[in-house]
């Protein structure tokens, strides 16, 4: 076979052909792609460390043991990366959760957008700056090593905000986007310890109604820059940015995402239906490299997290330094420094169904839109239920999986084939509360601030002010 003259992309595809035909030659079938109807692909992401399962399904090659050809590109900012996935200027990226239902039910931009796949569990911190780390401290109780007692609760900052408010000082706290993880989490931690994040209305998109803390958008790597300029005095965000303000002396990781929900969903892989329902084969091929490449980052327990740290610290996918990356991928996590704390389960990728798209969890995400006025009007329990189910899609999911194990490349036990899309009830929240996901109105119930019922914002009614 002779490769001269062949344009860029059919070289590629004509190279790996013959890779593979020269492996079969001393190794025993392999199995068949699936027929793509689109194999080159782009697909986004933002920097951080929980985009790993798509540069390590490129870096490992498991997109192109499923035909595809797939080039990943940064994106500035998360309304950038969701508006070129709606454009088709973007194949597929990683995304918020919040990103795919918030544009279905029209909040911000109106789009069908789904999920086939759940990228992670956990992953994300709260921090602070080193003022507001050194006047919180003294309301922290401290362990026999003289260390504070984790979790640490916002009822350690409230009189900080208080003290502030009452010298006429605005605190203010960075997050990445109005319907990210990381705004509904700050905001629960902050509600948990009796501060009011503020709310949302029709006419007022700030989020800042009412609120205790001003909460405002800030890209995820500017993080530390920002809070060391003292333009915010804390922030909620993903890895490794907590980590850089450890390691640029700037501030103090608090609490951590897994400590607000244990196990908590984190980001997704979002595609909008039209391009699901187009290329049924190909998004099919997407999710079978994603699984894999979930798989083998908790393979063996966590053995090629090492691995994964080097690939991630390349300029082209995180780009932050491989010591900061590794403080939270490999087991452990940094609050103040040199206060490094085992935390195995910081970054979950594959194990506890991390792949799975849960209704459930939609479903919470749902509810903390509502919470907070981003759905201004309330919704009946059976509305919760549609909505998650047109966008998360464990149909799609669990093809592909039963694919990946008939490929031989995972285990039937691997994956929740008779699940209902709902995980069971938890209290392993902050304040203990329990969520069931197929009860949401009365979890909204339970919560002391937020609206709940046919409260609006509008309706000045809103409650725990």
């Known amino acids: ?104 039910i029209g909040y911000g931009t109106k789009a069908r957008v789904v999920t086939p796949f759940s990228m992670d569990l956990n992953g994300n911190g709260v921090t602070v700056s080193n003022e507001v780390w050194g006047e919180m ?53 902050l509600a948990a310890g009796g501060l009011n994040p503020g709310y949302y209305s029709r006419s007022d998109t700030t989020g800042t109604i009412k609120a205790d803390v001003q909460l405002s958008v800030t890209p995820p790597p500017q993080m530390p820059s920002t809070l060391e300029a003292g333009t915010i005095n804390g922030y909620c965000v993903g890895e490794p940015w907590n980590q850089q303000a450890v390691f640029k002396g700037v501030g103090v990781p608090v609490v951590t995402d897994y400590e607000i929900w244990k196990n908590n969903p984190e980001k997704v892989f979002g595609i909008t239906a039209e391009f699901a329902e187009k290329n049924p084969n190909t998004t099919l091929a997407l999710v079978k490299a994603l699984i894999r490449a979930a798989e083998w980052l ?16 390349k300029p082209e996918y995180v780009g932050a330094d491989a010591a900061v990356i590794a403080n939270s991928m490999t087991g452990t996590f940094e609050y103040e420094k040199g206060d490094k704390r085992p935390v195995p389960d910081f970054n979950v990728f594959f194990r506890y169904n991390a792949t799975f798209p849960f209704y459930s969890d939609a479903v919470w995400y749902l509810t903390q839109m509502r919470r907070w006025g981003q759905i201004p009007d309330g919704k009946d329990d059976a509305w919760y239920a549609e909505t998650a189910r047109s966008v998360y899609r464990p149909d799609i999911y669990l ?46 119930d339970a919560l002391t601030i937020g609206l709940k019922g046919k409260q609006t914002v509008e309706g000045a009614d809103v409650v725990g002010n």
């Open 399 to 444: 093809k592909a999986a039963r694919l990946v194990v008939e490929d031989g490349k995972a285990k039937e036990a691997d994956f929740p084939w008779s699940s209902d899309g709902y995980r069971a009830p938890t209290a392993e929240f902050i304040d203990g509360l329990t969520f069931d996901g197929r009860k949401p109105n009365g979890y909204l």
């Open 137 to 189: 401290k003294p309301n922290i109780p401290a362990g026999p090593d003289g260390k504070p007692v984790h979790p640490i609760q916002a009822t350690a900052l409230k009189p900080v905000v208080e003290r502030w408010k009452a010298d006429g000082k605005a605190f203010r706290m960075g997050m990445v986007f109005p319907v990210s993880t990381h705004n509904y989490e700050l905001r629960y931690w």
């Open 298 to 313: 908790d393979a063996d327990n966590g053995a090629h997290r090492a691995e994964a740290v080097t690939i991630l610290a």
């Open 1 to 104: 076979m002779t490769f001269k003259h062949l344009p860029s992309a059919t070289l590629t595809r004509a190279l790996v052909v013959a890779a593979a035909i020269a492996a079969l030659a001393g190794a025993g079938a392999i199995a068949k792609p699936l027929a793509v109807e689109k194999d080159e692909l782009k697909l986004g992401f933002i920097k951080l460390t929980d985009m790993a399962p798509l540069a390590i399904a490129k870096e490992k090659g498991f997109f192109e043991d499923e035909g595809l050809y797939v080039t990943l590109e940064p994106q500035a900012n998360w309304k950038v990366l969701l508006d070129r996935v709606i454009t088709g200027e973007l194949d597929g990226a990683h995304m918020l959760a919040g990103q795919p239902l918030a544009a279905t």
